[in-house]
Every structure is written in structure tokens, then in C-alpha cells.
């Protein structure tokens, strides 16, 4: 968390003195807690499968603080073919496994502040050391979320970002 000025809550309409400089999804869009008792299905923080046919592997999409040392982060999910979350699964507490290539996938959180959806933007998630989270490249496309990534956002935009965030959760 950053301390730089803080930000009003709309939600509360209090003043914070930290602005959140992460946010996460605990799943990915197509899950359902109905699936919890499904045995083809698993939900944990780090993956996801469903009905043994759908697999998910969280992530992260940073964004680069303009004129600072900081970096905002998406904590979200990309679906990946059956094989390279094979790999991934094989490799996940691997030493090395940072050099494995990317691996393609499909954006599957909805980000509400974007528009349009989130869902299905093309990614690719690159594995990073044993014990860090894999970190998400969207595709240099004109979507919003994809061009912040790029160009990097104002912490007035975190801030934005915080308010619009902390107020759909209320």
C-alpha cells in the first residue's frame, strides 16, 4: 500500500491514508461455488479447474505507477489449454521454472471499471521463480486495461481505481 495522499472512499466517504495498490479475484468468472462439491472441480489461490475441462491459473496484470517506483497490480485469472496447465501444474514448484516459455491464455476475470469486458482479452502468463505469482501480458490491443498496462497509470488513477473498486464491494 502506498501513502501518498490517500483517497476518499465513496463508499464510506471516509479519508484513507493508504491507497490500495492491488486487487484481487478470488476466482475466475466461470466458476461457481456450486461447483465446490463438484469432484471434477478445484478452486485454490493459485489454480482452478472445472468440471475437468476448463483451467485456470492466477496472475497478475502490473501497471506501472507514472513517475514513481510503484506498481499497481490486477491479481486475476486466464484460462490456459489442457496442456500447458499440465505443464504449469508440473512445474509449479519447480526451481527454474521462471524460464519456462509463456503460455497463452484468455483473460477470465471482469474487471467492471473496464469497459468493454475484460473477459477473453488474449494474454500470456509468464511463470516467475517458485513462490512469486506468475505475471499476465495482454496483447497490445487498444483496450483500455491493455493500454494502461503499456503506458502505465497516475497515482490520481489509482486512486480512481480504489474508489470505484471499494464502492461496487460495498
Known amino acids: 500500500m502506498s501513502s501518498e495522499h490517500g483517497f476518499t472512499c465513496t463508499c464510506c466517504n471516509s479519508h484513507h491514508s493508504d491507497v490500495p495498490m492491488n486487487f484481487s479475484s478470488p476466482a475466475p468468472a466461470h466458476w461457481d461455488e456450486s461447483l465446490a462439491e463438484d469432484p471434477d472441480s478445484l478452486l485454490s489461490s493459485d489454480q482452478c479447474v472445472i468440471k475437468g475441462e476448463h483451467f485456470f491459473v492466477r496472475g497478475l496484470v502490473e501497471i506501472p505507477v507514472i513517475g514513481s517506483d510503484?506498481?499497481?497490480?490486477?491479481?486475476?485469472?486466464?484460462?490456459?489449454?489442457?496442456?500447458?496447465?499440465?505443464?504449469?501444474?508440473?512445474?509449479?514448484?519447480?526451481?527454474?521454472?521462471?524460464?519456462?516459455?509463456?503460455?497463452?491464455?484468455?483473460?477470465?476475470?471482469?474487471?467492471?471499471?473496464?469497459?468493454?469486458?475484460?473477459?477473453?482479452?488474449?494474454?500470456?502468463?509468464?511463470?516467475?521463480?517458485?513462490?512469486e505469482r506468475p505475471w499476465i501480458d495482454l496483447e497490445p490491443t487498444d483496450h483500455p486495461l491493455a493500454v494502461e498496462q503499456r503506458t502505465g497509470i497516475t497515482m490520481d488513477r489509482v486512486r480512481e481505481i480504489a474508489a470505484a473498486v471499494l464502492d461496487s464491494a460495498g
Do not use: Q
Request: hydrophobic share 35%; no cysteine; proline share 10%.
Open 70 to 131: 510503484e506498481v499497481f497490480s490486477w491479481g486475476v485469472w486466464v484460462s490456459l489449454s489442457a496442456t500447458n496447465f499440465a505443464r504449469a501444474a508440473e512445474v509449479w514448484d519447480t526451481p527454474g521454472r521462471e524460464n519456462e516459455p509463456p503460455y497463452f491464455g484468455w483473460f477470465s476475470t471482469e474487471l467492471p471499471i473496464y469497459r468493454p469486458t475484460t473477459i477473453n482479452l488474449k494474454t500470456r502468463l509468464h511463470t516467475r521463480p517458485v513462490g
